[in-house]
């Protein structure tokens, strides 16, 4: 069955660095999101990705995160000047159709020191 | 703003015992969907539901949608171990985007 892959699974970072977060959709699919999951509350979505550019995203996603997806088949989440309070679990997600179909990732947990 | 509350947050129950998971979400919306997460685990799709009076049921889980009471039903028959998880619905707000808007979560813990 078709996955979609996240690099890495855990990703330590000083604060202030910039990380970025690696996904590959599912073949297939045309649209794309990351959502994330601070420890032990609800999932939020941070932003979608359709045609090569942002479709929609949350008040989360400021200036200090950007998406990309530089070669067709990678979709990248960058977060310029990390904080201790983007530490989390971030999803990448894909779906073939506009808000349905979604296939969910297996998560890259962030952690902030 | 679209608001998803889920009750409870947290259950735990007996083995073979039965129970209902409750998802209230604030305005109209053309898609329900449901989600289980195991610890550390990535949000598996259990149920979509599309309509009013939709009813799924995979194994012991079933889920129902009431689009006029704006609630989602995910019940649960006859527990065993393996359905300790997290659960979350999750809403589309019809022609708004593709955003999913999560409830809370509840924490499901069956005891043998």
């Known amino acids: 069955e078709p996955e979609v892959t996240q690099t890495p699974s855990h990703q330590v970072t000083q604060m202030g660095q910039e990380v970025i977060l690696r996904c590959v959709p599912i073949?297939?699919?045309?649209?794309f999101y990351w959502y994330r999951q601070i420890l032990g509350q609800k999932v939020e979505f941070l932003v979608s990705f359709y045609n090569n550019e942002i479709s929609e995203k949350s008040e989360i996603f400021d200036d200090q995160f950007s998406v990309e997806r530089p070669d067709g088949s990678n979709f990248t989440l960058k977060i310029r000047s990390t904080k201790l309070e983007d530490s989390a679990m971030y999803f990448c997600?894909?779906?073939?159709?506009?808000?349905?179909?979604?296939?969910f990732g297996s998560g890259t947990r962030l952690t902030v020191v | 703003e679209l608001k998803v509350e889920q009750n409870p947050l947290f259950l735990s129950m007996q083995e073979g015992k039965n129970y209902t998971i409750y998802c209230n979400y604030s305005t109209t919306s053309d898609r329900l969907y449901w989600y289980r997460q195991d610890p550390g685990k990535s949000l598996e799709s259990l149920f979509v539901l599309l309509s009013n009076g939709a009813v799924k049921q995979e194994g012991r889980l079933m889920a129902s949608l009431d689009t006029k009471a704006r609630l989602s039903t995910l019940h649960i028959t006859a527990a065993v171990h393996d359905l300790s998880a997290t659960y979350f619905c999750?809403?589309?707000?019809?022609?708004?985007?593709?955003?999913?808007?999560f409830g809370g979560g509840t924490r499901l813990m069956v005891k043998p």
């Open positions: 999750a809403v589309r707000i019809g022609d708004a985007g593709n955003m999913l808007t």
């Open positions: 997600a894909s779906s073939p159709q506009a808000g349905y179909g979604y296939t």
């Open positions: 073949s297939n699919h045309l649209y």
